[in-house]
């Protein structure tokens, strides 16, 4: 399966944001986007020329489809399943996004970024409804259980990611019993709960595909 394997500060430089792909890193001091870095390949120095209509809205594309560890193929065949369901296509194309395995696990502080979630799915250590699933895109519907498979349960990697479920708690449409390690998806998300997109303009994903 396809996946990004280069520097993942590069590409929140790319995009002039914060991405959160490193977990704790992106909350410290040692984030180049606190650094005021330049975006790769740029000349600081250089004039900064107007972007286009077609720019901005590839930008938008590009942000989104980084913070979820997308590549292009996965990310339009959920565009295009978006498209084929009810209501605003943005929208829908959040949702599928955040009931993606690797995103739940990564909102239930089972891991502190997505790619170390999507990690733990591939090796098998989380659960559905108590069975093993190991496919990061599996989407996770109302109602279904998903745990840490119990060998995985005194791993120093989860507990020290769990102790920021104390700090912040989970996402509004989650649940978490954090004695158990186990965790709900009680309803589906709604656009405006999910406070950390809130940057990103979805619509201009929607005209992108559109043209």
Not at 8 to 37: A, V
Request: glycine share 6%; hydrophobic share 35%.
């Amino acid at each position: 399966m396809a996946r990004y394997t280069g520097p993942r500060c590069r590409l929140c430089r790319t995009e002039k944001k914060r991405l959160f792909l490193k977990g704790d890193k992106c909350k410290s001091g040692k984030c180049p986007i606190n650094k005021k870095r330049p975006a790769p390949g740029k000349d600081p120095k250089a004039r900064q020329k107007k972007q286009s209509d077609y720019a901005v809205q590839l930008r938008e594309k590009q942000k989104l489809k980084r913070s979820y560890g997308l590549m292009e193929k996965q990310f339009r065949l959920t565009f295009e399943k978006a498209q084929r369901l009810v209501g605003k296509t943005g929208d829908n194309l959040l949702i599928l996004l955040e009931r993606r395995l690797d995103s739940v696990t990564f909102r239930l502080r089972f891991a502190t970024s997505r790619s170390q979630a999507r990690q733990l799915v591939l090796h098998g250590h989380i659960l559905v409804n108590g069975k093993r699933v190991n496919v990061p895109s599996f989407q996770v519907k109302p109602g279904d259980n998903v745990s840490v498979h119990p060998s995985y349960k005194t791993n120093k990697v989860l507990l020290a990611s769990l102790t920021e479920y104390e700090k912040a708690g989970v996402m509004p449409w989650l649940s978490l019993d954090i004695d158990k390690v186990e965790g709900k998806l009680n309803v589906l998300p709604q656009r405006k709960e999910i406070a950390d997109m809130a940057e990103i303009r979805e619509q201009l994903v929607v005209e992108l595909y559109s043209k």
